[in-house]
């Protein structure tokens, strides 16, 4: 497999920081990208503001660093005006949870066939460690200096309450998992969304006591199960531990909104009215 | 895949109100695809669109917010399609930081603002010219911008197609300028036949540059560099960061200002085409009356009947209200003693003509802002108290 | 049965020394350097690709030939 031939190799290395998990996303992504068998010159990447936002630059498609917390409205018009193209954002827990929150909703509604990556490192990094909807209770962040009061999403359940017909969840201390979870994501016809735990060891770390990038990836291991181990967890073990792994799948192509739309074409083309 | 019918319009005459005639307009330009929110008064343009463009196997999507909508169309014209959205103050207002960005990308597409008494959420059911200043300023930073006012139902269609033609050629944003008035008058307007019709396309690089270290934001002699539809094979990044031709971010100040000076350059290098205005200043004429969108109607009728009463007055009427035709009204200012400004507004407009203007010629401003249309008489007295 | 190249350091000066690679490798086949990533012992290397799936910075690689 050669994933560099994805990657616009003059523009790395990449601004992240030393031990970020979002370069192991991409490297995730790169990698079920090889494996989808999908067309690379057909293939646009969209992403909004953020960390997340800059993995787009990276990445040897078409592709689109748009303003904050929109990547997905920008998205819809691209597969819209182009149902062939596969196209794929890249979003952040502040970018995709917070101020693109609507967005995120409501084209999950629509079961639009958009493939939503977001890296949620539980923290505003590139402004500097402000609390993001995914900061934990209780950690701090630069605006939560005495513990984060606000409660966080499930973003799986979100979407998938919402309309999305495809929701999954990894981490970066799994990449194989990550890697496969991705693959299915790009090949599903529908809406799909994959939430992607990574460690901020710079920003979120500095501030929680955990700034070694390996550390956190163990908590991560700690704080995760795979979904089928999850199911025979107790409540309470539920309620702490995150499930991994595929967590909804409905296949059913016809129900997708280009398509659905493609047949309001057909309808009013037969009638010959203009 | 269906086969896409080309809206090809026929010679006719028909009775519509100002939004359809912008979406026929679009039509006939060769738009497919529409994002908006619904809003008073422009959601019949959103209704027109949702029953016309499947007809033509365009797209039409009703999208969650009205940034959305913006952010959609911005995504469809990257696609290679002709993309327009339509609003009121409260949406434009919402809208403003992706059209910077279409600005800042070079997306050509069209915005459609019909105007209603502001600020906040106003009158919605009442004409205005509030936003000509939101319209050239309201996102953040320096940017070039073309926005054009029609004051009839039959110039709703005729520049909605040249606004498409302008976003295209000059891979540049436009603003149609509607208001309240404007926007809901029903007229008889003539619909040309396609083959009277000018439409232009954006330029596109050749196939062959595919693999040629293509640069998306090279600079060309015309300043306009070519766009490639996403899905073509480029593989190139689009930002709203500035950029070097290459489209990847930079940060050095020397790129940022040759940016800037690009994008200024392609719109103020084609002022002859994009400057659309109506003048009927005769030699003898001593005032001038100088207006856009609704106020044009009042202005009209206003000389007229002040000429038949033997006064020495003219008409100077902008289709085009940015850029602003500063050499054009500066030349006006050397023709007539005075300049009087109507606008639905406390007066937005009128600093520009008096800037235009210098001290060759006193400017009076007549401002309406309270939902009301000016009426003729309002020109009339303030005309025969300065002649 | 896959057969593996050993790790490689494909792009040496893209190491942000995380040392994310070597806490992964089962069988301490790599060591960070003062300049970056090093290749401590390669006959330890059972190609499992640990490193090179998680590496955030593209810096290793592991030529897998599934037959």
């Not at chain 1, 990550?178 to 735990?197: C, R, W």
């Not at chain 2, 409260?90 to 105007?115: H, T």
């Not at chain 3, 190249?5 to 994310?20: A, H, L, R």
Request: hydrophobic share 40%; aromatic share 8%.
């Amino acid at each position: 497999m050669d994933i560099y031939k994805y990657l616009r190799k003059e523009k790395l290395p990449h601004i992240w920081c030393p031990g970020c998990g979002h370069g192991t996303i991409l490297n995730s992504f790169v990698r079920a990208f090889d494996k989808s068998g999908l067309n690379q010159d057909k293939t646009v990447v969209i992403s909004g503001i953020g960390c997340s936002g800059r993995a787009t630059g990276y990445l040897n498609f078409d592709s689109l660093h748009t303003t904050h917390g929109r990547a997905i409205a920008f998205a819809t018009g691209v597969k819209m005006a182009n149902p062939e193209l596969n196209v794929i954002v890249m979003t952040g827990d502040g970018d995709g949870a917070a101020i693109g929150g609507n967005h995120l909703i409501h084209a999950a509604r629509r079961n639009i066939d958009l493939t939503v990556i977001l890296f949620n490192n539980q923290i505003y990094g590139m402004t500097g460690g402000q609390f993001s909807p995914m900061t934990p209770e209780g950690a701090n962040a630069t605006t939560a200096p005495y513990g984060n009061i606000d409660r966080n999403f499930d973003l799986c359940q979100l979407t998938k309450a919402a309309g999305a017909t495809f929701t999954a969840r990894g981490a970066t201390f799994n990449p194989r998992q990550l890697t496969n979870i991705i693959k299915k994501a790009l090949l599903h016809k529908g809406f799909s969304f994959v939430e992607s735990f990574t460690q901020c060891p710079v920003r979120y770390g500095k501030l929680n006591q955990t700034a070694d990038p390996v550390d956190m990836l163990k908590l991560q291991k700690q704080k995760t199960a795979d979904i089928k181990k999850w199911l025979q967890f107790s409540d309470e073990e539920k309620e702490i531990i995150y499930p991994l792994g595929v967590l909804n799948e409905e296949i059913n192509p016809e129900n997708e909104y280009t398509f659905r739309y493609q047949k309001i074409i057909e309808k009013t083309l037969e009638k010959g009215v203009l | 895949m269906t086969k896409t019918k080309v809206y090809k319009p026929q010679k006719r005459g028909i009775l519509v109100q100002g939004d359809q005639a912008v979406v026929e307009g679009a039509l006939a330009a060769g738009v497919e695809f529409f994002a908006g929110y619904p809003i008073t008064p422009a959601s019949e343009i959103a209704e027109g669109f949702a029953r016309e463009l499947p007809k033509v196997g365009g797209k039409f999507l009703q999208m969650e917010d009205e940034i959305a909508g913006m952010a959609a169309i911005v995504g469809a014209s990257l696609a290679g399609k002709k993309a327009i959205t339509a609003t009121s103050g409260p949406g434009f207002s919402l809208k403003q930081e992706n059209l910077g960005f279409a600005i800042m990308i070079e997306a050509p597409l069209v915005v459609v603002n019909v105007q209603r008494v502001g600020p906040s959420t106003g009158l919605p059911t009442s004409p205005s010219q509030g936003d000509v200043m939101q319209s050239r300023w309201g996102r953040n930073g320096d940017q070039p911008i073309i926005v054009l006012a029609p004051a009839s139902v039959q110039e709703c269609f005729d520049l909605s197609i040249t606004a498409v033609n302008f976003s295209e050629k000059y891979r540049q944003p436009v603003i149609l300028l509607l208001d309240e008035v404007i926007g809901h008058l029903r007229e008889k307007i003539i619909i040309k036949k396609a083959e009277e019709l000018d439409i232009w396309e954006r330029k596109r690089p050749a196939l062959n540059e595919r693999r040629n270290n293509f640069n998306p934001y090279q600079e060309t002699d015309d300043l306009i560099p070519p766009m490639p539809d996403y899905g073509s094979g480029f593989r190139y990044h689009a930002s709203g960061l500035f950029h070097d031709q290459t489209g990847f971010p930079s940060g050095k100040n020397k790129t940022a200002k040759n940016l800037m000076d690009r994008l200024t350059k392609k719109i103020t290098a084609n002022l002859s085409e994009i400057l659309l205005y109506e003048k009927d200043v005769r030699k003898e004429d001593q005032a001038a009356v100088l207006s856009f969108g609704s106020a044009v109607r009042t202005a009209i009728s206003a000389v007229h009947t002040a000429r038949k009463a033997g006064l020495k007055v003219g008409y100077f009427k902008l289709k085009t209200i940015w850029p602003f035709p500063e050499e054009e009204v500066a030349k006006l200012a050397e023709e007539v003693d005075t300049i009087i400004v109507p606008e639905l507004n406390q007066g937005q407009l009128i600093g520009e003509v008096k800037k235009a203007a210098g001290c060759k010629a006193d400017v009076i401003g007549i401002n309406d802002y309270s939902g009301l249309l000016l009426k003729p008489e309002e020109i009339r007295s303030v005309l025969e108290e300065v002649l | 049965m896959a057969r593996s190249d050993k790790v490689q350091i494909e792009n040496p000066d893209w190491c942000k020394k995380c040392g994310i690679c070597v806490s992964v490798c089962p069988t301490d086949a790599l060591k960070l350097g003062d300049k970056g990533i090093e290749i401590y012992n390669l006959d330890s290397c059972i190609s499992c690709e640990q490193c090179s799936l998680i590496c955030p910075d593209f810096v290793l690689k592991v030529v897998v030939n599934y037959d």
